[in-house]
Nanobody, 125 residues
């Protein structure tokens, strides 16, 4: 059974940091690109960051560039999202996603077919 499980969300103040983790099992996600997406209340789900299967290529939404860092530890089948200088606009449910194919560095949003249940991040003023 394929599983992605996020953790690390919570309630923080503006300017604080959080690190989200995504643990995977049931499939060789160490050979797949992984991504983070988020959905705020009343808004569409949006791309946040991605990392290619090898870890060499990363991509970020403009809104988080310079503040968020995506990384992966394939030995632990875990992907991380380090979030610094958090803003109230970062408040959302954050989802981890896995590519449906192997060995890709760049993946369109439609390529992510495995999803975790999400973790809530709330940033207060």
């Amino acid at each position: 059974q394929v599983q992605l499980v996020e953790s690390g969300g919570g309630l923080v103040q503006a300017g604080d940091s959080l690190r989200l983790s995504c643990a995977s099992s049931g499939r060789t996600f160490s050979a797949s690109a992984m991504g983070w997406f988020r959905q705020a209340p009343g808004k569409e789900r949006e791309f946040v960051a991605s990392i290619g299967w090898s870890g060499r290529r990363t991509s970020y939404a403009n809104s988080v560039k310079g503040r968020f860092t995506i990384s992966r530890d394939n030995a632990k089948n875990t992907v991380y999202l380090q979030m610094n200088s958090l803003k109230p606009d970062d408040t959302a449910v954050y989802y981890c996603a896995g590519d449906g194919q192997y060995y890709r560095e760049d993946v369109p949003s439609s390529g992510y077919i495995y999803w975790g249940p999400g973790t809530q991040v709330t940033v207060s003023l």
